[in-house]
């Protein structure tokens, strides 16, 4: 984040999801030292790696230019991602980087592996934006039915970059929207969040809007504090139906969850129990596939950098849009609000979301 063996990695069909990986980053971030570098090989040895993650260089964004010094003195030898020196010692110079996370629609409608997915639409896509300071996070969530053009297939939804071309095509659209380079992508199975769920003994949410549940029938979620287990957790945060302006509320929920879970992972009493964290470590890594540099020694020195970083530190938002609409060909859209765009863009290539101001998101 004494080593136990590992048992024989299950194949789960894979979901939507939307805070696994960042529960698996905070938790390290929370903990640190070398208990977290041991608990980054349980990563290594469940998580599937996706060979071929990225698009070919020359249509890719440049890489982010570096940053803020860490330490005393940088040492430009040492690659970015690498695990930071102690304090007092040099340190490297710390780059912005950009994080994509990709969920399933299917609800587990396939058995296929992670790494290889294709054929099926992204129903959950986020950007975590980690800035060259390492004093906060940010995560953007990008609305899957977003209308722009897919490169190589023209106009379409976005989710569709995901079903076409696999994870490649979907680094590129995004990297192609935000006009910044994608620097690691996970691809997450829904099923581990519910378990991380369960063994916090629950999440604590206030919900701002009352709803009967699609996903848990004869279920409502009440407005206020609400305690929720596993299956609750997912079926409040996959819940569109309920909603007059339908997957708008449904990321603004998304991010709730995701809030609470770091909430409670961070608690003392988590940190404090090594079974746990280590049970939390082994029920999120089965259930992840990364691509080849997103191992145990990038987010070990990821954590060490990020380790004053708390809950409040980590900031969410919805990326521009400008209502609902239908295509040419009758399909449901969300329209892009590429004049608001601009700001995020700049904000992403010049490492300055912590002066971005976004708006609420929603039909309009």
């Known amino acids: 984040m004494s080593e136990t063996p590992l048992a024989p990695r299950k194949r789960h069909p894979w979901r939507i999801t939307w805070g696994v990986f960042e529960a698996v980053l905070l938790l390290l971030v929370s903990i640190g030292g070398v208990y977290a570098f041991t608990l980054t090989h349980t990563f290594d040895a469940q998580t599937e790696k996706i060979s071929n993650a990225f698009p070919a260089d020359a249509v890719r964004p440049p890489a982010a230019p570096g940053g803020t010094a860490i330490g005393p ?19 490297p110079v710390a780059q912005a980087q950009n994080i994509l996370l990709l969920g399933s629609d299917t609800r587990g409608t396939t058995d296929r592996d992670l790494a290889g997915i294709r054929g099926e639409r992204s129903d959950t896509i986020m950007v975590v934006h980690v800035p060259a300071d390492r004093k906060n996070l940010y995560v953007m969530s990008i609305l899957r039915d977003s209308w722009l053009e ?25 990297e192609t929207l935000l006009g910044v380079r994608i620097d690691h992508v996970a691809v997450v199975d829904f099923a581990g969040f519910k378990g991380v769920t369960d063994l916090l003994g629950g999440v604590d949410i206030s919900n701002p809007i009352g709803f009967a549940s699609y996903h848990m029938k004869g279920h409502y979620f009440s407005t206020g504090a609400l305690h929720l287990n596993g299956t609750e957790a997912m079926a409040f945060a996959r819940e569109r139906y309920a909603f007059s302006d339908g997957d708008f509320q449904r990321v603004r929920n998304q991010q709730l969850i995701i809030q609470a879970v770091l909430v409670a992972m961070m608690h003392k009493s988590v940190l404090a129990d090594i079974g746990k964290t280590t049970s939390l470590v082994n029920s999120v890594t089965p259930f992840l596939a990364v691509d080849e540099g997103l191992n145990s020694a990038y987010l070990t020195g990821l954590a060490w950098e990020l380790r004053a970083v708390r809950e409040p530190e980590v900031e969410f938002f919805t990326m521009p849009t400008n209502g609902t609409g239908t295509s040419s060909d009758g399909q449901s859209i969300v329209n892009i609000d590429w ?13 300055t979301l912590g002066s971005y101001q976004p708006e609420v998101q929603t039909i309009r």
């Open 150 to 174: 897919i490169p190589g297939h023209g106009t379409a939804k976005i989710n569709a970059a995901l079903s076409w071309g696999g994870v490649p095509l979907a680094v590129q659209t995004v």
């Open 73 to 91: 003195s940088p040492q430009p030898n040492i690659r970015p991602g690498s695990p930071t020196p102690a304090p007092g010692a040099d340190a």
């Open 339 to 351: 004049s608001a765009l601009a700001a995020v863009q700049n904000a992403f290539k010049t490492d």
